[in-house]
């Protein structure tokens, strides 16, 4: 005997509810992806700044290659998301990022398994 959630029915259900899915998961990683880029760039925004002051910047460069590399990645990431200058606020990707992970964990919330009959 199959099981009733193995039928067909439920695979085209399946089929359409991941499909629907999918846009909301790549956002979700996409909100990752940003939250931790801003993180990088905060941390390593005061090692490039200094590097401006600095009167041996060579020899800064090369103490802090490391730090000047992750900020000039996380910079240029970022740079698609710059508000008038400013970085996008973490609060709110977090909260757009609780609401999606909502949305694509409801159906499994509300899952009732099928009874056999």
Not at 5 to 23: F, I, V
Not at 24 to 36: G, N, T, V
Not at 59 to 86: M, Q, W
């Amino acid at each position: 005997m199959i099981a009733p959630y193995l039928s067909w029915e439920g695979n085209a259900t399946y089929d359409t509810s991941r499909s629907q899915l999918k846009p909301i998961e790549s956002r979700i990683k996409e909100i990752d992806c940003i939250i931790h880029d801003i993180e990088v760039y905060r941390q390593t925004k005061p090692v490039a700044d200094k590097l401006e002051t600095v009167t041996f910047k060579e020899r800064y460069k090369r103490e802090h290659e490391s730090d000047l590399i992750l900020f000039k990645a996380a910079e240029k990431s970022l740079r698609p998301y710059l508000k008038d200058g400013k970085l996008p606020l973490i609060k709110e990707l977090r909260a757009e990022h609780q609401s999606l992970y909502f949305v694509r964990i409801y159906p499994l919330i509300t899952y009732t398994p099928l009874s056999y009959s």
